[in-house]
């Protein structure tokens, strides 16, 4: 099954994606997701000029062999750009792979373990009242997991809140950058009160999670995890940039609220520390940013003793490939704890057509042979690419401050 063609395919459907096409002999083509949120055509270039002149002629069903080749041999190692690549490569071959045999990509990891795969989404507002609305409507259509978020009184422009109506977007086109500000101490002031606020109002069953976005120090973690004891959540996200990992071991003396990170890791390197030291409870490492399947399946096994689960970034900027992929993953690992699901934008879906299906708070990826997605080329090319950048954060005083 040797490789015969492959092409990166750049499109903005609502937003951009890097999507890779891979073609064997015999006609089976794989999809690969190489989106990386405002540095997309980086990516792109790493495909096109350096990788994809190596896989042409390679066979298709040494996955493991061709993920070696592409960290290991080429001396230059890890960080966002190279590892979004291999981690496109390394879908495509599995989505080959499982098309070839016939079977849905789960089964060639040692098939499910659970029905389905938890899932949560992003409610969002100004308000108290505003978000505990938004989130009824999400469990009126059956979620059970809940992302809670808000406007922080005092601060003008914070993450997780949408300038406009609809679904919450971080990246905005064009090259003005948006401007988030941030100080810590009307955030840790508030944040008790709004979850004081929605568990009064939703009561004790939901699933409540809240994403701190890299923003606070240590000390400030370990005083907003212990005030948000009572109220349940079922992790505090990125309370803390991860590059401290030892920053997780002081929030850990000063709270028993479990704790996520990970999203912008890409090597088990990134987590040795954070694992093997018990400081967190769910790694958010997801497929496409981490170099794909094959290591995110060791990472999990390397997690599985420590009783850190994992629970997989699944953010708008992760294309319908790389979310198909994760779905494979969670459904067959042992140690899942829940996979965030955002959405994408309609006219995402109308280029990426999916398989996977939606049901009592749970996703499951399909039983169609591979990872289930197509990718509509004729559409894509309905959207060309639009220069996007994430937004910046400044402290009060117009200090450059984490996002
Ligand atoms: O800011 O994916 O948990 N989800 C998040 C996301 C990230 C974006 C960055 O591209 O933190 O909203
Ligand atoms: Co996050």
């Not at 971080?170 to 009160?193: C, I, M």
């Not at 093997?276 to 794909?292: A, F, V």
């Amino acid at each position: 099954m040797k490789i015969i063609g492959a092409e990166v395919i750049v499109c903005s459907p609502g937003r951009n994606f890097v999507t890779l096409k891979i073609e064997c002999e015999g006609g089976i083509v794989g999809w690969g997701d190489a989106t990386l949120n405002g540095r997309e055509l980086s990516v792109a270039s790493y495909l096109r000029d350096h990788v994809i002149p190596l896989l042409i002629g390679r066979d298709a069903r040494k996955i493991e062999d061709t993920w070696q080749l592409l960290y290991r041999g080429v001396y230059w190692r890890r960080g966002p750009v190279t590892m979004a690549a291999i981690g496109a490569v390394d879908i495509a071959l599995w989505d080959i792979k499982a098309k070839a045999l016939g079977v849905p990509l789960y089964q060639l990891f040692g098939g499910a373990s659970r029905d389905g795969v938890l899932v949560y989404t992003h409610a969002t507002s100004t308000s108290v009242e505003g978000v505990v609305k938004v989130a009824r409507d999400l469990m009126a259509k059956g979620w059970k997991a809940v992302r809670i978020q808000t406007s922080v009184p005092g601060l003008n422009n914070t993450y997780g809140v949408s300038a406009s109506k609809g679904a919450y977007e971080p990246a905005s086109r064009g090259t003005s950058l948006v401007e988030e500000t941030w100080d810590s101490r009307p955030y840790l002031n508030w944040a008790p009160k709004l979850f004081e606020g929605v568990r009064a109002e939703l009561g004790p069953d939901p699933i409540l999670l809240h994403d701190g976005h890299h923003r606070l120090t240590p000390i400030e973690a370990g005083r907003l995890g212990k005030a948000l004891e009572p109220y349940d959540l079922f992790w505090l996200e990125d309370a803390v940039t991860g590059e401290l990992q030892s920053g997780f071991d002081v929030v850990r003396q000063h709270t028993t609220t479990p704790l996520a990170l990970g999203e912008v890791f890409n090597t088990i390197w990134d987590c040795q520390h954070l694992v093997t030291r018990q400081s967190i409870d769910y790694l958010r490492m997801t497929p496409s940013h981490s170099g794909g399947l094959t290591p995110l399946r060791k990472i999990a096994a390397f997690c599985e003793p420590y009783q850190v689960k994992m629970a997989p970034h699944g953010p708008s900027d992760i294309s319908p490939v790389a979310l198909a992929a994760a779905l494979h993953f969670d459904l067959a690992i042992h140690n899942l704890g829940i996979q965030e699901w955002m959405g994408h934008h309609d006219d995402t879906m109308k280029v990426f057509r999916t398989n996977y299906r939606f049901a009592d708070g749970m996703l499951h990826p399909s039983d169609a042979p591979g990872l289930g997605v197509t990718f509509d080329e004729a559409e894509a090319a309905k959207y060309p690419y639009q220069q996007a950048y994430l937004p910046i954060a400044r402290k009060l005083d117009g200090t450059l401050t984490d996002w």
